[in-house]
């Protein structure tokens, strides 16, 4: 099973370069798998891939 933005470990494609960050990575592997899906599945990965990185920055932030 594929983990998503939401949750679990990254799965991003080992194509992808790594950020050293797995909330990030999964983010990038997120919009890596909107190829080839319909373009009306691209909003909400677009905002759940939003979502994922405001909330890794406040967590830096502290």
Known sequence: MEQTVDG?????????????????????????????????EHVAAFDAVHGALQDRLADAEG
């Open 8 to 40: 679990g470990a990254p799965s991003a494609p080992e194509d992808l370069p790594s950020t050293g960050d797995a909330a990030v990575d999964e983010a990038v592997a997120t919009l890596d798998r909107l190829d080839g899906r319909p373009l009306r």
